[in-house]
């Protein structure tokens, strides 16, 4: 897997999104009319977390894999018929706690008054008069602050204030500002839990401090991950002071099973960090775990081995110690769709292999999306996996897993046809698109590609263009735009009547092109499926008007002849 070792930046993104009205311009349709959201708008943000979903440890003074962290990032581009992506010296980015439909909201990782318990990781271990934060990482934090400086809204007055944080870095390369290690937690200001609590992105001139525009999203958030579904029923090892919840039981049994089975004494030296023995790439900005195998190879190796493992599906397996039995981790479209963690990830051994470099040797978009309607790897069927639309038919395009079947390692497959491939050496969550903006700001978050099941996660993208769903409409960036096939994967110009009555000219030009998507009969695919309800004037009548559902697999025979 070297093609996805360490990631690594090559690749200098222009900050100008002028280079999406390039490929197939029809020069006669120079600024022609779309549908632009939001008309008195100048600036949009795009925002996203990095994950999709982040795990924070609910109890720190026994062991830790992870603590509080969660990382958001944010574009802002200036809305023109080419539209800006706005760098430091232009505009600032700040977070906040907004309220969601339901009205949680969540400024503070602290405890609260009335024994509204949030979190003892800024709390006195009593054993050493340090903070747990302290023990564990060394570092002397301020209540609400995170690891890396970014703090919640609610530090400077805890309970009452709701003060704008601004994002620590920006990415000169990447062209967006990054929040990391906001340390919160999944227990709202009123003691509710919440996994998918809002916060507000704020774009401001960075000169006249005027707004420039806002978003709301999900910084996604579980404290489910644990071991006692298994460990706490393990009567060999039980020998745990009294009272002590069913968490901690399980931890101590743990550390004293591990210095039973590994002559440590992990348990006389609590709390303890998993990753100062075991390297995590997500602790990596830090901590280097030493000589030993890797904190995610130990865990999947061992535990892929155990037959008490019912079976080897997402219920049995992955949630056993994952976020999923409660908190929704697969939310997006390919969850929905019925995918489960394996078909991307592989079983717990091909995750625990040697051969494979944790959180940097993950499956690819193109792995599945493997290329369009005309050229794809789904003809390979000994060994590919077809996957199924809604109605159960084989759509012929994509996949439902991401590597072959028989492969132990569960290596990503990488497609000939990269129309769907994330940038080379990059994963998804860290890879730039269309004039540059950022993939998960147009598709969603891993884990929580839009649409998603969690009404928060969609909030963004209804904000944005009206409905949930990849941000398709040409018109949440762009004043105008000629006709052109320069879009983000080679697509026309979206919700524009221009397209609708003169695209004849660019099939003439370009046959092949409209087959990729609207297939080689030029009936529809799922790749021209129509994201939104749509009303089109007909070609060839321009008196009347064809509705489509949203989903409708569009084709020529709907307005006129096929050519």
Not at 47 to 66: E, P
Not at 239 to 265: C, F, S, V, W
């Amino acid at each position: 897997m070297d093609y996805l070792r360490k990631i690594i930046s090559t690749l200098v993104i222009s900050t100008s999104i002028a280079a999406c009205v390039g490929g197939d311009d029809d020069d006669d349709h120079e600024g022609s009319t779309l549908n632009v959201i939001d008309a008195d708008k100048t600036h949009q943000v795009l925002a996203f977390n990095d994950q999709g979903m982040h795990c924070a440890d609910s109890d720190y003074s026994v062991f830790t894999i992870l603590p509080p962290f969660n990382t958001v990032r944010a574009q802002v581009i200036e809305k023109a018929a080419a539209p800006r992506i706005l760098d430091e010296g232009v505009a600032t980015v700040s977070y906040m706690g907004v309220a969601d439909a339901a009205g949680s909201i969540n400024t503070t990782s602290q405890n609260q008054p009335g024994g509204i318990w949030k979190s003892n990781f800024w709390d006195t271990n009593p054993d050493t008069g340090n903070s747990y934060a302290f023990d564990l990482f060394g570092i002397d934090l301020q209540p609400d602050e995170g690891l890396l400086g970014q703090q919640m809204p609610g530090i400077l007055n805890p309970y009452v204030a709701n003060d704008p944080q601004p994002f620590g870095s920006y990415a000169a390369t990447q062209a967006w500002f990054t929040a990391d290690g906001v340390p919160i937690m999944p227990i709202d200001d009123f003691g509710q839990v919440n996994p998918y609590p809002l916060m507000r992105i704020s774009a401001a001139d960075s000169s006249s401090g005027d707004s420039l525009a806002t978003l709301d999203v999900v910084l996604p958030v579980a404290s489910e991950a644990g071991c006692q579904n298994c460990h706490a029923t393990d009567q060999d090892y039980i020998d745990y002071p009294e009272p002590i919840d069913l968490l901690n039981a399980a931890k101590r049994n743990i550390l004293m099973l591990h210095d039973t089975q590994h002559g440590t004494a992990l348990a006389s030296n609590t709390p303890v960090l998993c990753a100062d023995c075991h390297y995590s790439e997500a602790l990596a900005f830090t901590w280097n775990g030493g000589s030993n195998k890797t904190l995610s190879n130990v865990m999947h190796e061992h535990h892929g081995t155990v037959a008490s493992f019912p079976s080897d599906s997402m219920e049995d397996t992955c949630y056993q110690c994952h976020p999923g039995e409660r908190t929704d981790c697969l939310r997006g479209a390919m969850g929905s769709a019925g995918m489960e963690c394996q078909d991307c990830h592989g079983g717990m051994l091909a995750v625990g292999s040697d051969s494979r470099e944790p959180w940097l040797d993950e499956p690819r978009c193109e792995s599945c999306h493997t290329g369009d309607a005309v050229d794809n790897l789904t003809a390979d069927a000994d060994t590919v996996v077809n996957t199924l639309d809604t109605d159960g038919n084989t759509d012929n395009i994509r996949l439902r897993q991401a590597w072959r079947v028989g492969d132990p390692s569960a290596t990503p497959i990488i497609a000939v046809n990269a129309r769907f491939a994330e940038q080379d050496n990059k994963l998804y969550k860290d890879s730039l698109g269309h004039g540059g903006v950022a993939c998960e700001g147009c598709h969603g978050s891993t884990h929580a590609i839009w649409p998603s099941s969690i009404a928060n996660d969609n909030q963004a993208a209804i904000d944005l263009q009206g409905y949930s769903g990849t941000i398709i409409e040409c018109g949440v960036c762009h004043t105008s735009l000629p006709l052109t096939l320069g879009g983000p994967h080679g697509m026309h110009n979206v919700n524009s009547s221009a397209w609708t009555m003169e695209h004849e000219g660019f099939y003439e030009r370009n046959p092949s092109a409209c087959r990729a998507c609207h297939g080689v009969n030029l009936e529809g695919t799922i790749l021209s499926r129509t994201a939104a309800d749509r009303n089109f004037l007909r070609d060839d009548d321009g008196d009347s008007t064809i509705h489509l559902p949203q989903g409708t697999p569009v084709g020529c025979g709907h307005c006129h002849s096929k050519p």
